[in-house]
T-cell receptor, first 111, second 116 residues
């Protein structure tokens, strides 16, 4: 069974800092990996989707990379802002149709 | 609003009662997923539909849980004889049929269930 781990569990940074969130998975036979943000008590908002054949995806200040062979993905956030404060979740899809989520990294950006 | 919608947003019920939740996916999306999320955890997969066919069910889905998608549009998730351990956020997501985004999931706001 696929296991997804996110480190750190919580992170607090001053505004303007660049930061990296980590996601690791145990089975490299994945179809894709998706990063989400979740605000307290809300649903998930899709940030980036990386197909298994891709190495990275970029959207604005966000860049996600994927190293399938080592079972790792990183989400890079440039010039962090207080509005970036949320929980960030990664999810991997196996070669079937099941998605496995990590427990998330809770990010606080201090003004 | 053309996003995924869920109803109700909150449900409080007493142990032993039955509850039903509804999910309306984005209109052109043929894939629909249900997840359960407890505090401090990531969402756990429950079940998956492609059109009206329920193609996958997690072992987490006990016999008290049933899901339907009768016409391949909206879906319902019913929990019978609720237990306090069923208290959680129930999330619905949908995916479009076409490449390249056909594996990208779009989530609804969730239904928060509290079982007293």
């Amino acid at each position: 069974k696929q296991e997804v781990t996110q480190i750190p569990a919580a992170l607090s940074v001053p505004e303007g800092e660049n930061l990296v969130l980590n996601c690791s998975f145990t089975d490299s036979a994945i179809y894709n990996l998706q990063w989400f943000r979740q605000d307290p008590g809300k649903g998930l908002t899709s940030l980036l989707l990386i197909q298994s054949s891709q190495r990275e995806q970029t959207s604005g200040r966000l860049n996600a990379s994927l190293d399938k062979s080592s079972g790792r993905s990183t989400l890079y956030i440039a010039a962090s802002q207080p509005g970036d404060s949320a929980t960030y979740l990664c999810a991997v899809r196996d070669t079937g149709n099941q998605f496995y989520f990590g427990t998330g990294t809770s990010l606080t950006v201090i003004p | 609003d053309t996003g995924v919608s869920q109803d109700p947003r909150h449900k409080i019920t007493k142990r032993g009662q039955n509850v039903t939740f509804r999910c309306d996916p984005i209109s052109e999306h043929n894939r629909l997923y249900w997840y359960r999320q407890t505090l401090g955890q990531g969402p756990e997969f429950l079940t998956y539909f492609q059109n009206e066919a329920q193609l996958e069910k997690s072992r987490l889905l006990s016999d008290r849980f049933s899901a339907e998608r009768p016409k391949g549009s909206f879906s319902t998730l019913e929990i019978q004889r609720t237990e306090q351990g069923d208290s959680a956020m129930y999330l619905c997501a949908s995916s479009p049929p076409d490449r390249p985004s056909y594996n990208e999931q779009f989530f609804g706001p969730g239904t928060r269930l509290t079982v007293l």
